[in-house]
Nanobody
Framework: QVQLVESGGGLVQAGESLRLSCAAS????????MGWFRQGPGKEREFVAA????????YYADSVKGRFTISRDNAKNMVYLQMNSLKPEDTAVYYC?????????????????WGQGTQVTASS
């Protein structure tokens, strides 16, 4: 069975950094587009970043462009989200997700598998 397990969340001061990790199992990892989404308090779930099968293509939400970096290691079945210069508005539960589509997708409907989420809190 497919499992995505996020880790690395926590409480930081605004301006600091965190690195989220997602460990995948039960799927042919290198055949999936991987994405990160987040859901803040009282908000809808929103797209953050995604990476293609090979890692050669990435795409970011405007709100995180230049501050967050998504990467993957297909040999380890891992995907990462490096988050720098965190802002209070980045506070949310962050989810890792896997999509079988051929190209990067930003809609949560395109992702079949989801992790349980990890809390990120950036205090001002």
């Amino acid at each position: 069975q497919v499992q995505l397990v996020e880790s690395g969340g926590g409480l930081v001061q605004a301006g600091e950094s965190l690195r989220l990790s997602c460990a995948a199992s039960g799927l042919t990892f290198s055949s999936y587009v991987m994405g990160w989404f987040r859901q803040g308090p009282g908000k809808e779930r929103e797209f953050v970043a995604a990476i293609s099968w090979s890692g050669g293509n990435t795409y970011y939400a405007d709100s995180v462009k230049g501050r967050f970096t998504i990467s993957r290691d297909n040999a380890k079945n891992m995907v990462y989200l490096q988050m720098n210069s965190l802002k209070p508005e980045d506070t949310a539960v962050y989810y890792c997700a896997a999509s079988p589509r051929l190209t990067i997708r930003t809609s949560s409907n395109e992702y079949n598998y989801w992790g349980q989420g990890t809390q990120v809190t950036a205090s001002s």
